[in-house]
């Protein structure tokens, strides 16, 4: 059973950064295709970024060149660092994993999810 925890999530300025991480276990030494979703209030569930088990990456258009998600897979890390913040960036961030080959970040196609780091711009 896979079991996700995000963290790094915090409030930051405008234009600042921050680093989010999810730390997974429960590994069966299977890889997965592993995401970032972000959730406003009153807001649909959205995909932010994707990294499949080959290593390609996908991006929602909105955070395409501010965004970057990443893994090390020596410590099962999923990162998503995020640069030049947007208020509109504020949400919950959820990480989630998914069988591998899925590229599309549709949520009901991802079985696991952590519960949440929120992240404030303002």
């Known amino acids: 059973h896979v079991q996700l925890v995000e963290s790094g999530g915090g409030s930051v300025q405008a234009g600042g950064s921050l680093r989010l991480s999810c730390a997974a276990s429960?590994?069966?030494?299977?890889?997965?295709?592993m995401a970032w979703f972000r959730q406003a209030p009153g807001k649909e569930r959205e995909g932010v970024a994707l990294?499949?088990?080959?290593?390609?990456?996908r991006y929602a258009d909105s955070v395409k060149g501010r965004f970057t998600i990443s893994q090390d897979n020596a410590k099962n890390t999923l990162y998503l660092q995020m640069n030049s913040l947007k208020p509109e960036d504020t949400a919950m961030y959820y990480c989630a994993a998914a069988p591998p080959g899925i590229r599309i970040m549709f949520p009901a196609l991802f079985g696991y999810w952590g519960q949440g780091t929120q992240v404030t711009v303002s």
């Open positions: 429960g590994y069966t030494g299977r890889r997965y295709s």
């Open positions: 990294i499949d088990s080959d290593g390609t990456t």
